[in-house]
Nanobody, 116 residues
Framework: QVQLVESGGGLVQPGGSLRLSCEAS????????MRWYHQAPGKERELVAA????????TYDDSVKGRFTISRDNRKNMVYLQMNNLKPEDAAAYYC?????????WGQGTQVTVSS
């Protein structure tokens, strides 16, 4: 019933851009904060960006500030992560997550590869 489906990952060269999308269904989307995480092989899953339920507040990891932008469209139950000036260290599986209190949902992930 509850689904978070990421898309938009792929192969991009350093300095390139990519836009990830996350489509949510099966829950009341507009009362959940949304987050993007990434996880590279051998590393912990890390928070990349977060956005409040209304979209009025955003938070970014220092490593992506100025390069990534998180946004949401509550009318479409969609969350986005615009990634610009990609670096090799951005390469990872990216996961969409919904959170409200102790309730958390996860997507299946989409792979981002940054390589020349």
């Amino acid at each position: 019933q509850v689904q978070l489906v990421e898309s938009g990952g792929g192969l991009v060269q350093p300095g390139g851009s990519l836009r990830l999308s996350c489509e949510a269904s099966g829950f009341t989307f507009n009362i959940y904060a949304m987050r993007w995480y990434h996880q590279a092989p051998g590393k912990e899953r890390e928070l990349v960006a977060a956005i409040s339920n209304t979209g009025g507040s955003t938070t970014y990891d220092d490593s992506v500030k100025g390069r990534f932008t998180i946004s949401r469209d509550n009318r479409k139950n969609m969350v986005y992560l615009q990634m610009n000036n990609l670096k090799p260290e951005d390469a990872a599986a990216y996961y969409c997550s919904a959170r409200r209190g102790t309730e958390t949902y996860w997507g299946q992930g989409t792979q981002v590869t940054v390589s020349s």
